[in-house]
């Protein structure tokens, strides 16, 4: 069975998610923000082995925490590929401007748009979502009919566009041709805010 454990952290209530196959009692984190020992605390509480880290995308206050829990738990990053000018500069990744110290974000794989992973036994499509930023991506999980969209898709909206590399056009193209064409069921997990399901957006989204 899989199932997704959920913590907001940080100034600006960023969600970071642990997608956890209870049969394996592996996990996958997804956007470690902040607090370290928070993040610890759900991973050690849910007592799995983590298999992974998934960046949807590379602003400080969606991996400010990443080095920190990557060595803690000698375990892999992952980012979409055209987000490694973001990870490698503070400037773009915004840690220059929000966080307490600027910093770089390390990272072991770069990812391509359609590319299938497995992590913690779960199968993970990679699906990229530029717009908010270059490389912004999307994990979508069929066997749990979920989707971690990042600051892609929120309820009711889209991430902004007001950022380095940062394109309306480009996020609303993302949405409709990536992930609008999910399975209307797919629940929406998104970096800030409530949750929401593909079917919503498709009838409610004033953007799309």
């Known amino acids: 069975m899989i199932k997704c454990m959920q913590k907001v952290l940080g100034p600006i209530g960023t969600n970071v998610y642990l997608l956890i196959n209870d049969e394996k009692k592996a996990g996958v984190l997804i956007d470690p923000a902040f607090s370290p020992s928070s993040i610890k605390d759900m991973i050690n509480k849910a007592d799995v082995s983590l298999e992974g880290i ?3 995308h590379g602003h400080s206050d969606h991996c400010e925490a990443s080095d920190q829990i990557r060595e803690a738990y000698n375990t892999m990053v992952y980012a979409g590929k055209a987000e490694k000018l973001v990870l490698e500069t503070p400037e773009i990744n915004l840690s220059r401007f929000n966080a307490d110290h600027s910093f770089t974000v390390k990272y072991d794989r770069l990812l391509e748009d359609g590319e299938e992973l497995e992590l913690a036994g779960i199968k993970i499509i990679c699906l990229s979502t530029p717009g908010h930023t270059v490389g912004g991506m999307s994990y979508y999980i069929p066997e749990a009919d979920l989707l971690f969209s990042g600051d892609t898709l929120f309820y009711g909206s889209v991430g902004r566009t007001d950022f380095p590399g940062g394109s309306m056009s480009d996020i609303v193209r993302s ?9 209307d069921n797919t629940q929406v997990l998104p970096g800030h805010g409530e949750l929401t399901s593909i079917e919503f957006e498709k009838e409610n989204n004033p953007f799309l």
Do not use: N, Q, S
């Open 54 to 56: 998934l960046l949807t």
């Open 175 to 183: 949405i409709k041709d990536k992930l609008m064409v999910l399975p």
